[in-house]
């Protein structure tokens, strides 16, 4: 499967210039081929983590807008947005992945980023979310996630393709990097960061969105400006690892 990542200058708090800048963006990555569209965390708002009305209803505009260009392109696309349900005011930094027939899927963020204040105004998710893509059996993490290996590792057995929507500063990009490429090691599976670039809250983003193979190696990477990275990815190339250097088994 070929996958496209689209890393972005995201504009903050503003939905609709997010959407007319994503929009040509997916056109262009899906008449380049790919049946798999990864945008950033929060894709719609930025990183806005200190607004109690910075929520949207669980399918509402962000998702809707996801669900438009499934439809529209035969694609599957993902990405991160705060979204409400009715029995909190509190929103979920929730990634949601669409099918090409729209089918929606869910995984809520489950470690909110302390350190950035997101726990004061947002609720932690608890259950993973693996989904079969056309054949790969894809995870959901988003962003600060990343630091929990053990995560990973309880889902490891289940996936081909961890998928990362990060809005990761560049104070911190090293660790951004060395982490996606552990986690790939870690679990011998496909590992795919989309970060974002430019400045947002008061913080610059370095972007170093990346797709790593089962065996840790970087086979697509940008630096720091807008782009669409492109990489193919498989099922097959997982279970190959997985069955010549099986290390796996050996976990306690």
């Known amino acids: ?3 496209a990542v689209l890393q972005v200058d995201t504009a903050w708090a503003d939905r609709d210039t997010n959407f007319a800048q994503l929009a040509p963006l997916v056109e262009t990555a899906a008449s380049n081929g790919a049946s798999l569209v990864l945008l950033t965390e929060m894709f719609s708002t930025g990183f806005v983590v200190d607004q109690s009305d910075i929520g949207e209803p669980e399918g509402g505009v962000s998702s809707q807008f996801l669900t438009q260009l499934a439809n529209q392109h035969k694609i599957w696309i ?3 947005c705060p979204e409400v349900t009715k029995d909190d005011p509190r929103p ?3 990634f949601v992945l669409v099918s090409p027939h729209g089918e929606q899927h869910r995984y ?3 470690h909110p980023f302390t350190f ?3 726990d004061t105004y947002f609720r932690p998710g608890k259950d993973f979310v693996t989904v079969n893509v056309d054949g790969l059996r894809v995870t959901l993490f988003v962003c600060y996630d990343l630091r929990f290996a053990d995560e990973f590792w309880k889902t490891a057995t289940d996936t081909d393709v961890y998928l990362v929507p990060g809005n990761w500063p560049a104070s911190r990009r090293e660790h951004w990097m060395a982490l996606l490429r552990a986690r790939a090691i870690e679990n ?3 590992v795919i960061g989309c970060n974002r670039v430019g400045t947002g809250g008061g913080l ?3 972007g170093d969105s990346r797709v790593i193979n089962p065996l840790g ?3 697509a990477e940008a630096l720091d400006q807008a782009t669409i990275l492109y990489a193919d990815v498989s099922a097959e190339e997982v279970l190959t690892t997985r069955t010549s250097f099986p290390f796996m088994q050996d976990r306690r």
């Open 217 to 219: 190696e970087v086979i």
């Open 92 to 94: 979920f930094n929730s």
């Open 108 to 110: 809520h963020k489950i």
């Open 188 to 190: 011998q599976a496909f």
């Open 1 to 3: 499967m070929k996958v």
């Open 116 to 118: 950035g204040s997101e």
């Open 204 to 206: 610059t983003y370095a």
């Open 78 to 80: 993902g990405g991160s």
